[in-house]
């Protein structure tokens, strides 16, 4: 039986890397964090779609057009919806500076918070140098993350009959090669900079998939994370504060089933 969801009003919500069409893709989550948050500005910041996966094999459940929906209603109903493209869906690009209603495509945006500061919002994939100078090794680190998102459910199905907690094989991998590179300070300073010569006070991202909030590098430093494995979100409250939200960790995490369709409050 499905419930309510508990409704905590927000100015903003930045998510990003929920993949759809690739294995793990959890919209369904994201459509139950959505509805338990009434958000003035919903920013999509990047790696929405996973074009790469959905040429090779045309994934498209019907979970994914109910996700589609959502967005749609959540518009209607008074939310501006922010879509910022990524390197996965990089075919986004040609529709920049395009309006549907209260739906707009941008390269990045400058987010003003409700304190008066200003937040440079983009995926980050252009200060990623694998991304940008060798992208079959991006796409072959893509792959092989892919796999080891298959290889979790055998690994984890173990570690249960031995008494032991869930454990992420690809997310391991993921931040264990980026830590050893020192690609994820690497990117943090590009983007930071990259901030500050827009004249920010911080910016917020996604792609490398892992969440965090800092000021190593002299102004706030904000990534969303992903959808595909950790269920992560930035958040502004009313006042202008931000916090990295773990949906899954939360009290109405991923057990808690929802109605995806009840009346979505206006904000109008």
């Known amino acids: 039986m499905t419930q309510q969801a508990v409704s905590r009003r927000v100015r903003s919500i930045f998510v990003s890397d929920l993949h759809l069409g690739m294995r793990g893709a959890k919209a369904e989550e994201l459509c ?55 390197n996965h869906d990089a075919f986004l690009h040609r529709f920049a500076g395009v309006s549907f209603g209260r739906i707009e495509v941008h390269e990045r945006f400058l987010h003003a918070s409700a304190d008066g500061r200003r937040y440079l919002v983009l995926h980050g994939d252009q200060f990623d ?5 060798y992208e ?7 792959w ?27 997310r391991w991998g993921k931040q264990r090669v ?13 983007l930071a900079r990259e901030a500050a010569e827009a004249g920010a006070d911080g910016v917020i991202c996604g792609h490398i ?9 002299g102004l706030a430093y904000l990534n969303c994370g992903d959808w595909v494995e950790a269920g992560t979100a930035i958040v502004e409250g009313l006042d202008g504060t931000f916090e990295l939200v773990n949906w899954r960790a939360s009290e109405f995490g991923a057990d808690h089933e929802v109605n995806l369709f009840p009346e979505v409050p206006s904000h109008a």
């Open 32 to 86: 139950a964090f959505l509805l338990s948050h009434e958000a003035e500005h919903l920013f999509l910041v990047g790696d929405i779609v996973d074009g790469w996966k959905l040429r090779k094999r045309w994934i498209w459940p019907e979970i994914y057009n109910r996700f589609v929906m959502l967005l749609i209603r959540l518009a209607d109903r008074g939310t501006r919806v922010i879509i910022l493209p990524g």
């Open 136 to 142: 079959w090794l991006s796409r072959l680190g893509h």
């Open 209 to 217: 998939h892992i969440a965090e909030m800092h000021e190593d590098f």
């Open 129 to 133: 140098g694998v991304v940008s100078q």
């Open 178 to 190: 980026k830590q050893i590179g020192g690609i994820k300070n690497w990117f943090a300073e590009a």
């Open 144 to 170: 092989a993350y892919g796999w080891a998102l298959l290889l979790n459910r055998p690994i984890n199905g173990l570690r249960r009959l031995c008494g032991l907690g869930a454990w992420s094989l690809s």
